[in-house]
């Protein structure tokens, strides 16, 4: 199994960015597609990005498109989820998640592996 670790979270006003983390262990990163999801308090787990094993390919929810980037760089094991433009809606917990056999995959129930998660705060 893999382990992952989020970090980068943290307080920004509106208007401003955020660099999420997400460094993975145990089995071979490359083998994965990675995700970000966000919770927000008393709300559903929801899709943010998805990242192919190798190709690049990449997948975005509407509401962040065009001010979050995923990347990855598999000889460092590590996923990002460059958030810009931030909104006082994006406040959730937010979780990256790996999946062993699908890939882009756009519901929770797709990935094998998740996070703790890392809380990211945006004011007005």
């Known amino acids: 199994q893999v382990q992952l670790v989020e970090s980068g979270g943290g307080a920004v006003q509106a208007g401003g960015s955020l660099k999420l983390s997400c460094a993975a262990s145990g089995r071979t990163f490359s083998n994965y597609a990675m995700a970000w999801f966000r919770q927000a308090p008393g709300k559903e787990r929801e899709f943010v990005t998805a990242i192919s094993r190798k190709e690049g390919l990449t997948n975005y929810a509407d509401s962040v498109k ?5 990347s990855r760089d598999n000889a460092k094991n590590t996923v990002y989820l460059q958030m810009n ?3 006082p809606q994006d406040t959730a917990v937010y979780y990256c998640a790996a999946d062993l056999y699908r890939s882009l995959g756009t519901t929770p129930v ?3 592996y998740w996070g703790q998660g890392t809380q990211v705060t945006v004011s007005s």
């Open 66 to 70: 065009g001010r979050f980037t995923v």
């Open 85 to 87: 433009s931030l909104k």
């Open 110 to 112: 797709n990935y094998d």
